[in-house]
Structures are given as structure tokens and as C-alpha cells.
Nanobody, 126 residues
Framework: QVQLVESGGGLVQAGGSLRLSCSAS????????MGWYRQAPGNQRDLVAT???????NYADSVKGRFTISKDNAKNTVYLQIDSLKPEDTAVYYC????????????????????WGQGTQVTVSS
């Protein structure tokens, strides 16, 4: 069983910064893609950024230049550095894992996809 746990959210003034973390746990052999998404009240959940096992990063146009995704393979942790926060960045931020290679108790390996964390709230005051 793979679990993702986000942390680092909070209340911050506009112009401030936050660093979100997402730690994956379980019998993980490797992680193909990790992503950050966000969902504001009344809105759909939108992609913010992704990073591959080869450290290739992609960003939504709305956050380019302000958000930086990174990872620590040894810790199975992905980070989202958010700078120059704006009130419109207020949302619940979720991380998601795909193509996660897992070792089962029997010793076999399998891939699992679409694993979500519980989310962390980011609130930006003006």
C-alpha cells in the first residue's frame, strides 16, 4: 500500500513564500511521476506541476516563474516551492503519484497509479 502525505501549507501574506512537501511511503521501488495539483473552493482540481523520475519538470502557465517542483529520491519526497504568493493561489494543494513501482509481500513487483495525498491548505491574504 502506497500513501502520500502532504505538509507545509498555511496562512501567508501576499508576496510571501511556502514550501510544500509530499512524502511517499510503502514498499516503493521507484516513482515514475509525481505531481502537484490544487483546488480552490468551487473550482475543479487543476494541475500545477509535475516531475518525472528523470527530473523533467513541467508547470502550468499560471505558475511558471513562481513555483518550483523538486524531489529527493532517497526520501521519496517531492517539494513545491511557492514564491511571490498571490491571493489567487489560495487552494488545497494535493500531490499525486503515478507509475509507482511497488514490491509486494510475495516479492513480486507491480505498478500502481493515481495515488493521491489528503491535501494541504494554502491560504494567501491580501
Amino acid at each position: 500500500q502506497v500513501q502520500l502525505v502532504e505538509s507545509g501549507g498555511g496562512l501567508v501574506q501576499a508576496g510571501g513564500s511556502l514550501r510544500l512537501s509530499c512524502s511517499a511511503s510503502g514498499s516503493i521501488v521507484s516513482i515514475g511521476v509525481m505531481g502537484w495539483y490544487r483546488q480552490a473552493p468551487g473550482n475543479q482540481r487543476d494541475l500545477v506541476a509535475t516531475i518525472t523520475s528523470g527530473s523533467s519538470a513541467n508547470y502550468a502557465d499560471s505558475v511558471k516563474g513562481r513555483f518550483t517542483i523538486s524531489k529527493d529520491n532517497a526520501k521519496n519526497t517531492v517539494y513545491l516551492q511557492i514564491d511571490s504568493l498571490k491571493p489567487e493561489d489560495t487552494a488545497v494543494y494535493y500531490c499525486k503519484g503515478d507509475r509507482i513501482l511497488v514490491k509486494s509481500r510475495s516479492g513480486s513487483h507491480y505498478y500502481t497509479n493515481d495515488i493521491w495525498g489528503q491535501g494541504t491548505q494554502v491560504t494567501v491574504s491580501s
